[in-house]
């Protein structure tokens, strides 16, 4: 027992000798990066319960840039630490969690959770500790307006996610609209741009309505739609809701010039799950893999080789929120949670998003949406054009055609 | 509207009873014969939807050819579940159909996450028979029509085996009386057990159907249960042909509620059903007043 | 009174005032958890009454949490009350609806009760969804006014007086007729027990009780949607803990409460991916193992296994249930 401890010993002896060699060689920094204590970033996300997927995203994408921030040397010259707890989709835990963060685990920076209905409850805490909190997964107007000064939104509003979609209709000189959602805060937020939109467009809003989470059966729906006849069908649906909404305009053989549905179409399992019926449904993204921002293509590929899969929004928005932070946190010069909501609320940086910028109540102003359709099998950037990859195909093919 | 809409807006709600019906015969099944309200239902309709879609997408076998693994596997399945879980249950307390209850409801969520760790939590589905026939002016989704006529004939087939089999009629006696059936020498334990084993593989056939239908993920099994429920409660607990009645009843319901309403009121029908037609007949549509 | 029941009640007046005292010194995270335990175990109690007591077990309590929660804020975002008043008017409001539906809905018997206060639950569920006052699927979001602190202090007495209100059933005229329908309604209803007002008023007792946490809870969250006002997972969670301390007695709710919070609070730290797959296996094995609950089965044990649960209030048909 003793031999070995003294083998430790001599060993630790010379790790130090060693470090103490590597920072003579590497300057004053790494030895810095060694001696002093992580700063460690917390979050609680969901890993069971309904939001499940989404959490796991976003907590791929904070691992994965802890870990390569660690590869370049951490932050301050500091290492960098992850420590996160799974919330079950359930407010009340999380709330419970980052009070843990801060109470018990004192963390020294906080990342948001995944989803408005947490981002909202547990931004609270932030706000009460006067902690900064970043909220990369939350796009609804909700969580903001409630004038918590400590919380900065990473994804672009929920209410331009239609702007792209709305100016290639009114290009193509399309007159009336359809406009379905789940009837949840996301959905309604993006909705909610619609009937402006149209106005200034000289559409006219032909249906509206909302449909409660869970529905599966859209066969009245869809004979509403086809009774209204609009020439855009805007859906703000989520997965389920976007494939069995799609199925049954195929069985009624229903199809509007244009489809899209805001967020299930926007996903990687949308184009398996829905087969070749998913081609020429358009859908936004707030993020794609081919986007020519700085570093996205790095991401794609160190993301794909540690997961085994592509990265998706998700993911990319954590990865980019906690790059924001640390460049606030490296202009505020240290971890004063002030200096860095200063910087936060002031500051402009290039991300894998676009420019990050927000309004006075933490809102994000600096990206865009995407607008992308399913084309062969792949999801093909379409609008702006200054992204864009493919052309848009119109109209939506009708369904006997196919 | 013009009477196309109308007849097509029938035509749903009908298809949609067919849904309605498959998904709650196995439920009515297990309640008629062991008075065990099943809340683990969903969880066998939806495990075995996912092994559907799974094996969909990883080798494009269709759902049909899945039913009879996922049948079988089901039947293993509820067989154990019944032999070693809930015959252990003490026999003669007075609150016993809460204890049942409460074990099933502990069982849906073991399921759920057995299935979130086998299939992980995404949404699947399944592009097969997602077409439609048209008959002048109507259309009729193609899995639905199959759904519609698998919950007729898997419907029939059940009233054949429990009337016309030894095993069936076995069944029937435990069902209607006990003690009858225990001094007519039946082994009462042993019929439970393969009526809940028949059960689970039935709900576990009609997930197979139901996987060209439904977007499912393993924590949605609540809503098959409580469809079921809703179907059997307004049909009579225990009665096949209240069960497709219940199931009509809430289809047509569910199709001109969402049309002439909307979709969220749609959403309450079935409960704001099934608590009037139990006040006013408190055995539901067909069902035998319990003794 | 007698000597014992006078130190009964020195001793829970004793605890609750130590619960009370030690609040502000309970660092954020350890108030939290002593929040959501409160909470936990005030639900259980709620629930207790009417399933354990009664005999009529219900799956829809969290109706009346719902109920309170919406109550609150919507009272809280329209007006400057001090929050309290509008939770105790969440808490009436909940009692109001219980009245007329506790008489309709306990013309149901067994599970067709149980589902049948499923189905109302849902259905005020879907009706808040899609009612523009509650804010439809979004909910309400509310300012952050009030501290976790007078969240914690409002459930600890909500939960204190559910307590003493089960004492009181417990102890009762009242709890007697409770057991005696819960045994055979009607037996119970020619022996001369007016059967519906002994259920009814069961019923509101169980009402009241989550009526009153839901606006704690509201305020707590900050924000009231359908999913968390109305939640299938605080209702199971109230359901298992009483079936696991056992249904139906006075210290079941409680030992239930406690000891499966912890056992939670462990198992989601250390297993997340499989809490699910865990709880329910926990639940199925309890019913196997201690189907009338942990305080049942200790109370029989301290007795020598003899058959006198009768006297501790446990059911007579529980006591010839033990193996």
């Known amino acids: ?402 | 509207m013009s009477a196309a809409t109308f007849a097509q807006i029938t035509l749903d709600g009908l298809l949609l009873g067919g849904v309605y019906a498959l998904s709650a015969l196995g439920f009515t099944m297990i309640f008629g014969v062991m008075r065990v309200v099943n809340l683990a239902h969903g969880s066998f309709v939806v495990l075995s939807a996912l092994l559907a879609a799974w094996a969909y997408e990883r080798y494009h076998v269709s759902p049909l050819l899945v039913l009879p693994v996922a049948f079988a596997a089901a039947y293993a399945l509820g067989a154990a579940i019944h032999r070693f879980l809930l015959r252990r249950l003490p026999a003669e307390v007075a609150s016993q159909e809460a204890t049942s209850l409460t074990l099933t409801f502990g069982l849906s969520y073991f399921l759920a996450g057995a299935g979130l760790a086998l299939f992980g939590g995404t949404f699947r589905a399944v592009p097969y028979l997602t077409g439609a026939f048209t008959v002048g002016p109507l259309s009729i989704g193609q899995a639905r029509l199959l759904a519609f006529v698998a919950a007729a004939l898997l419907t029939a087939a059940l009233a054949l085996y429990l009337r016309a089999t030894p095993a069936g009629r076995a069944i029937r006696a435990t069902s209607q009386h006990v003690e009858g059936a225990q001094a007519c020498g039946i082994d009462v334990d042993a019929v439970r057990t393969s009526a809940f084993a028949l059960g689970s593989g039935i709900a576990a056939a009609s997930g197979c159907l139901l996987s060209l239908i439904y977007t499912l993920n393993p924590e949605m099994g609540d809503v098959f249960t409580l469809n079921a429920f809703a179907v059997v409660a307004i049909g009579g607990l225990g009665s096949y042909a209240g069960a497709l009645a219940g199931a009509a009843i809430l289809g047509l319901a569910g199709s001109y509620v969402a049309y002439f309403a909307n979709a969220q009121i749609a959403e309450a029908a079935p409960y704001v059903i099934f608590i009037l037609v139990l006040l006013v007949l408190p055995a539901g549509l067909m069902g035998k007043r319990a003794a | 009174m007698s000597l014992r029941a006078a130190l009964g009640i020195a001793l829970f007046a004793a605890v609750v005032a130590t619960l009370a005292v030690t609040g502000p010194f309970l660092s954020g995270y350890w108030l939290a958890v002593a929040y959501q335990t409160l909470l936990a175990i005030g639900l259980a109690y709620g629930w207790n009454v009417i399933s354990g007591y009664a005999g009529y077990f219900s799956f829809g309590q969290i109706t009346f949490f719902g109920i309170g929660a919406y109550t609150t804020a919507l009272i809280a975002s329209h007006t400057s009350l001090d929050w309290r008043i509008a939770a105790l008017a969440g808490g009436a409001l909940a009692v109001a609806v219980a009245a007329p539906a506790g008489a309709i809905m306990l013309r149901l018997r067994g599970p067709f009760f149980s589902l049948g206060m499923l189905g109302l639950a849902q259905t005020l569920r879907v009706v808040a969804a899609s009612s523009g006052f509650t804010g439809g699927g979004t909910g309400l979001y509310l300012t952050a006014t009030v501290t976790p602190l007078a969240v914690y202090e409002w459930t600890l007495a909500v939960a204190a007086l559910a307590f003493a209100a089960t004492v009181a059933v417990d102890r009762s005229a009242f709890g007697l007729r409770l057991r005696a329908l819960r045994e055979d309604e009607q037996v119970a209803g020619t022996l001369g027990i007016a059967v519906t007002g002994a259920k009814v008023r069961a019923f509101l007792i169980s009402a009241a009780i989550p009526g009153l946490l839901g606006g704690g809870y509201a305020m707590y969250l900050t924000l009231v949607d359908p999913p968390s006002a109305f939640s299938t997972r605080l209702e199971l969670q109230a359901i298992v803990m009483t079936v696991f301390g056992g249904i139906g007695t006075l210290w079941g709710p409680l030992v239930g409460g406690v000891v499966m919070s912890q056992i939670s609070e462990q198992l989601w730290a250390r297993f997340p991916q499989a809490y699910l797959m865990i709880f329910g296996g926990l639940l199925v094995v309890f019913l196997i193992v201690v189907p009338r609950g942990v305080v049942p089965a200790i109370a029989s044990r301290r007795r020598g296994g003899s058959r006198s649960a009768r006297a501790s209030g446990a059911p007579a048909a529980a006591a010839g249930a033990e193996p």
Not at chain 1, 132 to 150: I, K, L, Q, S
Not at chain 1, 290 to 315: C, I, M, Q, W
Request: with cysteine; aromatic share 10%; proline share 5%.
């Open chain 1, 1 to 402: 027992m003793s031999s070995i401890r003294s083998t430790l010993r001599r060993a630790g002896a010379f790790a130090a000798a060693a470090a103490f060699a590597a920072a003579c060689a590497f300057g004053a920094a790494s030895v810095r990066a060694a001696d002093q204590k992580p700063i460690v970033i917390g979050a609680a996300v969901s890993l069971t319960g309904a939001y499940a997927d989404g959490g796991k995203y976003t907590l791929q994408g904070y691992e994965l840039w802890v870990k390569q921030q660690n590869a370049h040397g951490g932050l301050l010259g500091r290492k960098l630490e992850l420590k996160t707890y799974d919330d079950q989709s359930d407010a009340s835990v999380g709330i419970r969690l980052y009070e843990k963060l801060v109470n018990e685990d004192h963390v020294d920076l906080l990342a948001g959770p995944y989803g408005s209905a947490l981002t909202a409850p547990t931004s609270n805490v932030a706000a009460r500790y006067k902690m900064v909190m970043f909220c990369p997964e939350d796009a609804a107007p909700v969580t903001f307006d409630r004038g918590n000064r400590y919380i900065f939104q990473g994804l672009p509003q929920a209410v331009h996610y239609v702007d792209g979609v709305m100016a290639m209709a009114k290009a193509r000189a399309l007159k009336t609209v359809a406009l379905v959602g789940e009837d949840t805060p996301f959905p309604h937020a993006i909705g909610s741009a619609v009937p402006e939109l149209a106005k200034s467009d000289g559409m006219t809003v032909v249906l509206t309505e909302y449909y409660p989470h869970n529905t599966s059966d859209f066969s009245a729906l869809v004979q509403k739609i086809k009774a209204a006849n609009p020439d855009v069908l805007l859906a703000a649906s989520f997965v389920p809701d976007s494939i069995a909404l799609l199925r049954q305009l195929k069985q009624a053989d229903v199809a509007p010039k244009m489809v899209y549905e805001a967020i299930g179409g926007s996903d990687p399992a949308f184009g398996p799950a829905a087969g070749k019926d998913a081609d020429g449904v358009l859908s936004s993204t707030a993020w794609s893999a081919d986007l020519k921002t700085p570093g996205n293509g790095e991401f794609v590929k160190s993301f794909t080789a540690e997961y085994g899969r592509a990265p998706d929004y998700h993911s990319a928005s954590s990865f980019a929120g906690l790059t924001v932070l640390a460049e606030a946190v490296k202009r505020a010069g240290g971890l004063d949670q002030e200096k860095i909501r200063e910087q936060l609320a002031s500051m402009k940086m290039e991300t894998l998003f676009g420019q990050y910028s927000v309004d006075p109540s933490g809102k994000q102003v600096g990206y865009q949406a995407y607008a992308q359709q399913w084309q062969g099998g792949r999801q093909v950037i379409v609008y702006p054009e200054s992204h864009a990859q493919g052309k848009l195909k119109f109209p939506f093919a009708s369904w006997r055609g196919r």
